[in-house]
């Protein structure tokens, strides 16, 4: 079974420190994914990425950055977190076998930014 | 932008009943897919169907596509308490290319014992 791990399942930071959130995945798989989740809005693309080193954009980049590195982990920075970035953070994998693949989610990380 | 459209949002029945989620979406897509989420925890995947399929079955779970009314349904067969959980159908647009999905907003269902 793949396996997505998010470092941390809860997390307090306070406004203007710069936070890390951390994804490894262990199937070998080229695509990851940062969403954020928040009531009434579902889930949310903020990042992806096809390859190491590559990124795209999703719906909602403002405020955050990624960086992947290695294959396997995938990271998302809140370069100075902010209240309105507490949210329930979701990280998911995915393999290059074409679109007719699922992706493979984490637990979550949920962030509150005091 | 989300796309997939959950209905009914919410949905409470007893165990043993059949549960019924519909959800429609805005452009044309390669497949749809519908997820599964426990209370605080990831999302799991159930069932993918391709644009060309028209229904798709995986144990309890049975999943219908309709691309000429841009809409699938997702029901789930003789419920279990365990079956509690939120539901979002997610889509993979046929346009651009990428590895996106686009997820709807999701649905509760809650099945009591």
């Known amino acids: 079974d793949v396996k997505v791990t998010q470092s941390s399942r809860y997390l307090v930071k306070r406004t203007g420190e710069k936070v890390f959130l951390e994804c490894v995945q262990d199937?070998?798989?080229?695509?990851m994914f940062w969403y954020r989740q928040d009531p009434g809005l579902g889930l949310r693309l903020i990042y992806f990425s096809y390859d190491v080193k590559m990124k795209e954009k999703g719906d909602i980049p403002e405020g955050y950055s990624v960086s992947r590195e290695k294959k396997e982990r995938f990271s998302l920075i809140l370069e100075s977190a902010s209240t309105n970035q507490t949210s329930m953070y979701l990280c998911?994998?995915?393999?290059?076998?074409?679109?007719?693949?699922?992706?493979?989610f984490g637990d979550g990380t949920r962030l509150s930014i005091l | 932008s989300q796309q997939g459209e959950e209905d009914p949002q919410a949905l409470s029945i007893q165990e043993g009943e059949n549960a019924t989620m519909n959800c429609s979406y805005k452009t044309s897509i390669n497949n749809l897919q519908w997820y599964r989420q426990n209370s605080g925890r990831g999302l799991v995947h159930l069932i993918l169907?391709?644009?060309?399929?028209r229904e798709k079955h995986s144990g309890r779970l049975r999943v219908t596509l309709d691309t000429s009314k841009k809409s699938s349904s997702l029901l789930i067969t003789a419920s279990r308490a365990a079956d509690t959980a939120s539901y979002f159908c997610a889509t993979a647009p046929s346009q651009g290319g990428s590895e996106k999905l686009v997820f709807g907003k999701g649905m509760k269902l809650t099945v009591n014992p």
């Open positions: 169907i391709r644009s060309n399929e």
């Open positions: 199937m070998d798989h080229e695509n």
């Open positions: 998911a994998s995915k393999g290059g076998g074409g679109r007719n693949q699922p992706q493979h």
